[in-house]
């Protein structure tokens, strides 16, 4: 049904007529009623609707509930169970105000059978009095407690009885303040009927899913709109398991609808960067014995590299070398030696004659960087008048005056930093190829910035992003779904296990006489806290609580503190202290879950393991074992008040305890999580599955694989109007 133009996506269901010579308001380009941004401004249940994304009819109709109330029956007392939620039809022949232990209405009530029932009210209004008053009959909804003084419900739902019972079961909605359910209800009723939900998948195509039987007795697959009708509104003889655990016919219509409209999104990104033009980074041959800057850099390094680092060059090598853009992921375990494969990705470029900028998301993570960088490259680039610059947010202004003529003259070739990398005064002269570290660190809102930046050399730049937490397959073949993936599945020899064990808060003593064994060994510990400062919402020692504490318990050896609203300058002095290992102990906050390499630390204490992901555990025990001493990982754990772990908590520690293997982390990280710290989506408003699950949908999500390319290629009209009613704007998300 096509919407209307006058139509409101966010008015009730009943909107007022418009007055003669009035404007008809605004409609979107898809057609679907949209509501001016004046009204939007005035109408505060309309700006709680725009704050839950509620702009299109569309948007309302794919708006779901969280559960349902049945109010399709009545139910008598006597029959009613207790800790169930039951609707009663009784007369009050009761109501009073008692002050005693607190102000509160009590409604004595008695039904048709003569059982009664008490109602309590903690909080109430004139109103509420009013409608209990004695003599009215009333529909009441609540949970039944029963007592020593009889049955009683504690604040239920009532109005006064009469008219017809309810068909469907009563939809309950994700809501936020200043939008009450019925209001919510009425406008989800309104933008389901407006909305365009005509057919979308291609005529004949196969469902990957169970069919109900319909009123015919026969099998058929639910439409749309047949599904949205259903979930909005199920009937009362459904099952709700079915609906609550996502697996009924009509909620696995909508899941198959959304993985489509994103790999359709994925594969027309990737399609569109196919036909852009992008620099031929080759590195050049030399003649009479000379070697290029790329073998150069190879014979100079003090190790060989690993056969899973050859196979990855050699794929990054070739992507680079057409004129079609590269958009990689370079994915490995920590400690697998990424860096030094953007290192060599980095010298390809700047052989071709093009710059390369390495972005990282913490000021410690791009100073390493730009350490080892500068190390392996500037002996190499200098004889060519070339530079490794550095930009970050703390320089000072003659500093980074000077890096910025360095960059726009293409005198720096290597350009490492943070976020200031892509601030907007930062002009490359001729910049051919942007890494990326830790790329799900940064929003994917900063990603497509940087992007943008690379258009200004006329050409599409490549792209490779760099990540220490592996992607779960499920993961890549949906969110990562238009990218080149390579993963170095091999750690460089001399790395040790580390040995992770898990120790109760109650133990900590015996945690600190390790520490002094392993300092007395001529090693080095890191101690990581969560919190930097005392919580009042959170009972967490503090890192310089810690500091303090650890200071004392170990005279003689020198204790560090490093934490993010340090200055930088005091950062770096504290850190180089603990690489030269004059610093025996580093107690820290998670700034040093990514990047710092200090072979002779051996053990790693987490303070409040429980409070941390499971990602940034593994990040954490990676800063241990990168040296020959054997190594170990304290998880340092506190019950609370209730003397067990949480159900979350304790599997992440189950999953820390079990296996050291990254890609098994990172799968159950995204059972435990879901996909939004991969993506690096949260704090982006990048478009997350809001209904399919990657796990337990895995087959949909291998159909809606089959059919986008078919799709865009037999029906690319049909196609667009998919991806713009599920993700809208949105879909520009996709392509960072």
Not at 396 to 413: D, Q
Not at 490 to 495: K, S, V, Y
Not at 502 to 519: C, F, M, N, P
Request: overall charge neutral.
């Amino acid at each position: 049904m096509p919407a209307t133009p006058a139509s409101s996506a966010a008015a009730s269901a009943a909107p007022k007529a418009r007055k003669p010579g009035r404007p008809r308001k605004a409609a979107a380009a898809d057609g679907a009623a949209v509501v001016p941004a004046k009204a939007v401004a005035k109408n505060p249940a309309q700006q709680a609707l725009a704050k839950l994304g509620l702009i299109r009819d569309i948007d309302l109709a794919l708006h779901l509930p969280l559960r349902y109330e049945d109010e399709t029956r009545i139910v008598a007392l006597r029959n009613a169970r207790d800790d169930e939620v039951a609707q009663i039809e009784a007369t009050v022949i009761s109501s009073e105000i008692q002050m005693r232990p607190r102000r509160q209405l009590v409604v004595q009530v008695e039904d048709a059978n003569g059982d009664q029932c008490e109602l309590r009210f903690f909080s109430f209004y004139p109103s509420h009095q009013k409608t209990l008053s004695v003599g009215a009959t009333l529909r009441i909804r609540g949970e039944i407690k029963g007592g020593f003084w009889g049955r009683q419900m504690v604040h239920p739902a009532f109005r006064q009885a009469g008219g017809e019972l309810p068909q469907s079961l009563t939809p309950v909605y994700p809501t936020t303040a200043g939008l009450p359910q019925p209001y919510l209800r009425r406008a989800v009723i309104s933008g389901l009927q407006r909305a365009d939900l005509s057919e979308t998948l291609p005529p004949g195509v196969e469902l990957p899913y169970a069919r109900y039987l319909g009123e015919n007795g026969r099998s058929q697959a639910y439409s749309l709109r047949d599904a949205l009708q259903f979930l909005h509104h199920p009937t009362p003889d459904v099952s709700i398991a079915a609906l609550e655990d996502h697996s009924h016919p009509a909620w696995q219509r909508l899941k198959a609808e959304e993985l489509l409209a994103q790999q359709l999104s994925q594969l027309t990104a990737k399609r569109e960067r196919d036909r852009l033009r992008a620099p031929a980074l080759q590195a050049p041959r030399m003649e009479g014995g000379h070697l290029n800057l790329h073998e150069q850099f190879l014979t100079a390094l003090p190790f060989s590299l690993t056969g899973a680092q050859r196979r990855v060059c050699e794929e990054i090598a070739r992507d680079l070398a057409r004129h079609v853009p590269m958009h990689r992921l370079l994915q490995g375990d920590v400690g697998s030696g990424k860096t030094i494969v953007a290192a060599l990705s980095a010298v390809i470029a700047i052989d071709a004659g093009w710059q390369c900028a390495l972005m990282a998301p913490t000021e410690i993570l791009a100073e390493q960087h730009f350490a080892k960088l500068v190390g392996w490259l500037e002996p190499l680039l200098a004889p060519r008048g070339l530079k490794v610059a550095w930009l970050a947010g703390a320089q000072k202004k003659k500093e980074r005056a000077a890096m910025l003529a360095l960059v726009e003259s293409g005198e720096a070739a290597l350009v490492v930093g943070t976020h200031a990398v892509i601030q907007e005064q930062v002009q490359f002269k001729k910049l051919g190829l942007a890494v990326i570290d830790e790329q799900h660190r940064f929003g994917v809102a900063q990603r497509l910035a940087l992007r943008q930046k690379l258009l200004s050399t006329g050409m599409e730049p490549h792209m490779l992003m760099m990540s220490a937490t592996p992607i779960p397959r499920t993961l890549a073949m949906s969110y990562y779904a238009d990218l080149d993936v390579s993963t170095i599945d091999e750690l460089p020899p001399g790395r040790t296990p580390v040995v992770t064990k898990l120790i109760s808060d109650s133990r900590r003593d015996e945690v600190v006489a390790r520490i002094a064994d392993q300092i007395a060994q001529g090693r080095q510990v890191y101690w990581v806290c969560p919190l930097i400062e005392e919580s009042e919402a959170l009972d967490l020692s503090n890192a310089t609580a810690t500091h303090t504490d650890l200071s004392e318990a170990l005279p003689g050896v020198m204790v560090g503190l490093l934490h993010s609203r340090m200055p930088t300058a005091e950062k770096k002095a504290v850190m180089e202290l603990f690489t030269a290992g004059v610093m025996g102990v580093l107690v820290s906050t998670t700034v040093i879950e990514v990047g710092v390499d200090v072979p002779n630390a051996s053990l790693m204490v987490i303070e409040h393991a429980e409070r941390f992901g499971l990602s940034q555990l593994h990040q954490l025990r990676g800063r241990v074992g990168r040296g020959a001493a054997a190594s170990a990982c304290v998880l340092l754990y506190a019950v609370g008040d209730s003397g067990k772990l949480g159900e979350t908590a304790k599997e992440r520690l189950k999953a820390m305890a079990e296996t050291s293997d990254g890609f098994e982390i990172a799968r159950r990280d995204l059972e435990i999580r879901g996909p939004g710290e991969f993506l690096g989506a949260k704090q982006s408003g990048a478009p997350l599955l809001r209904f399919a699950d990657l796990e337990a949908d895995k087959h949909l999500l291998e159909w809606a694989r089959e059919l986008a390319p078919e799709m865009l290629d037999r029906w690319p009209e049909l196609a667009i109007t998919h991806v713009s009613r599920w993700l809208g704007g949105k879909a520009e998300y996709l392509k960072a």
